[in-house]
């Protein structure tokens, strides 16, 4: 499975952002999908993820009610709407899967990784 995730730029405070990841492998509908992102000096954190069905996702709580995760098998292609953005959501994303269709929030269940999109809130 490869990932090339797309979509970030420069955004002010409030403002919205839509980040692609683009799939490529037959595994793609069979896997849970996710978020991460990691800015600056920290650690990679758990943003978001959806089942291989579209049915369920789970949010981090510092992006609940602001960002949607949602997914388009038939294109092959993660999605995640970013609305209300603030400057703490400044980050480099990454969409991960893993090939073992495990359900999961840690970034060590992950051995697929896209190569990073950066975003950049300004106040």
């Known amino acids: 499975v490869q990932l090339q995730a797309s979509g970030g730029g420069l955004v002010q405070s409030g403002g919205s952002l839509r980040l692609s990841c683009a799939a490529s492998?037959?595994?793609?509908?069979?896997?849970?999908m996710a978020w991460f992102r990691q800015a600056p000096g920290k650690e990679r954190d758990f943003v978001a993820v959806?089942?291989?069905?579209?049915?369920?996702?789970s949010y981090a709580d510092s992006v609940k009610g602001r960002f949607t995760i949602s997914r388009d098998n038939a294109k092959k292609t993660l999605y995640l709407q970013m609305n209300s953005l603030k400057p703490e959501d400044t980050a480099v994303y990454y969409c991960?899967?893993?090939?073992?269709?495990?359900?999961?929030?840690?970034?060590?269940?992950?051995?697929?990784w896209g190569q990073g999109t950066q975003v950049t809130v300004s106040s």
């Open positions: 991960a899967t893993n090939s073992r269709g495990i359900w999961s929030t840690r970034v060590g269940q992950y051995d697929y």
């Open positions: 492998g037959r595994a793609f509908t069979t896997s849970s």
């Open positions: 959806i089942s291989s069905n579209a049915v369920v996702a």
